[in-house]
């Protein structure tokens, strides 16, 4: 949508999934849906509902998450892009092919109806399962996700929950109409994974494990009710998130841990940065390299920060600190920390300006080490060396006409300016 109101020329080539459990959306993420204009997609949420925890042998409920049927999600999403104006084609991608001036793609619509379509750039946004096995990709333990319907729930109202044990973590939710999803994460060797027998027989016995502090809630008389479903859960980077031909977005850039609950949140961050970025190469091949860095290091630095999150509450567990499971991914990777900022200081870096990415002065602080180059439309860099200087101590009024803003505008600055040097 946003490539569209660039201009753009551009199709959609996505199919909704036709079946699916439910997914926790975090509070954040529903706001970005809808100021984003995906209000259609972010109302089928349930609403803000308190989650559960049972973590370390201790309970917990400081979180909440809305949940939303997946399928229906994902249907609602695709509305609201064709009612933006996108091109969508219903279907699959069969074939990219790398042409002299493009990518030659082919694809089939829903009706077996043949797509033909040439492109000077390619999104990809199909998440795993267009992960080609020549890409290189970091990759965390092997990690599977077996979800299930289950029906004959007691509760009533909406439920969200999360246990742990010996061999991995299970996620419950119910919308109150008496059916219960259930989300067992594990490890699973790659002869086992594919019997689904096997896989259905664990599900089971998880179940028992995981939903046994919740039975007050659920009842005894839980049932299944339709297929198992499995998906690859593991923790993934692309080494290559961006190129002059192809940009990796969501999963296909970087997968997070399931247990962070922000993939969706990740997915749109992504997408947004991929806008300029795209932009960038495509108007202005000079800066082409400058932009593809800019949003790989956006991708890494993101997921860097996610993994070292979850590898802090893997450790919080201490119940089964010992069990394969647990120790994996508590040890699996120790990223480099990022780039320690201990004061202030004025720095050149890739940023985002009237949708294009371009290196300015920005100023760089131990909370911002991309670097900030505006704040209620003041420009930092200049406000820091107004500071260092002493000139601003000058009345608000003149240093607000000396910039273009208002005294609210500069008045603001110059507080977080303060309050980051440690001076306010």
């Keep these: 949508v946003r490539l569209k109101e660039l201009g753009m020329a551009v199709i959609l080539i996505a199919r909704a999934r036709p079946k699916g459990a439910l997914e926790g959306l975090a509070p954040r993420t529903v706001e970005a849906l809808k100021s984003l204009g995906f209000g259609r997609a972010a109302a089928l949420s349930a609403g803000a509902t308190i989650r559960q925890v049972r973590w370390n ?15 229906r999600f994902d249907a609602a999403l695709l509305t609201c892009v064709a009612e933006a104006g996108v091109t969508l ?16 793609i082919d694809a089939r619509g829903e009706r077996g109806d043949a797509h033909v379509i040439h ?18 990709r970091l990759n965390g333990p092997a990690t599977f996700s077996l979800a299930r319907w289950y029906e004959g729930a007691e509760i009533g109202e909406s439920f969200t929950a999360i246990a742990s044990h010996k061999d991995g973590w299970s996620w419950l939710a119910s919308l109150g109409d008496g059916r219960v999803c259930i989300q067992a994460l594990t490890a699973l060797d790659k002869k086992r994974a594919t019997s689904r027998d096997y896989l259905t027989a664990l599900h089971g016995s998880i179940v028992g494990v995981g939903g046994k502090h919740f039975r007050d809630a659920l009842g005894e008389r839980l049932s299944p009710s339709g297929a198992l ?11 290559e998130p961006a190129s002059q031909y192809i940009i990796r977005v969501g999963d296909a850039a970087a997968s997070v841990d399931p247990l962070s609950g922000h993939g969706i949140f990740q997915a749109i961050s992504s997408g ?3 806008v300029p970025t795209l932009n960038t190469i ?3 091949p000079s800066q082409a390299k400058l932009a593809i860095d800019f949003y790989a290091s956006r991708v890494m630095r993101r997921f860097h920060h996610q993994v070292l999150a979850g590898q802090e509450f893997y450790g919080e567990e201490k119940q089964w ?3 394969p499971f647990w120790r994996e991914r508590r040890e699996w990777l120790r990223p480099d920390k990022t780039e320690e900022i201990q004061a202030l200081s004025l720095r050149r870096k890739a940023v985002v300006e009237d ?6 002065e920005v100023l760089v602080t131990p909370d911002h080490v991309d670097g900030v180059l505006l704040l209620e439309g003041v420009p930092m860099a200049d406000l820091w060396r107004e500071m260092k200087t002493g000139r601003a101590r000058l009345p608000k009024a003149q240093l607000a006409e000396k910039f273009g803003v208002t005294p609210r505008q500069i008045g603001a600055a110059l507080h977080w300016l303060r309050k980051q040097s440690g001076k306010d």
């Design 57 to 71: 042998g201790l309970h917990s409920d400081a979180n909440s998450e809305a949940l939303v049927e997946r399928a």
């Design 89 to 104: 084609i219903k279907g699959s991608t069969l074939r990219m092919v790398r042409q002299e001036s493009g990518w030659r």
């Design 119 to 136: 492109a000077r750039m390619i999104v990809e946004a199909r998440g795993r399962r267009a992960l080609p096995r020549r890409l290189s």
């Design 229 to 239: 479903l499995v998906r690859d859960a593991r923790v993934s980077l692309s080494r």
């Design 272 to 274: 947004l940065a991929a």
């Design 282 to 284: 495509l108007s202005r």
């Design 321 to 323: 600190a010992a069990s």
């Design 355 to 360: 949708g294009f990415v371009v290196e300015r």
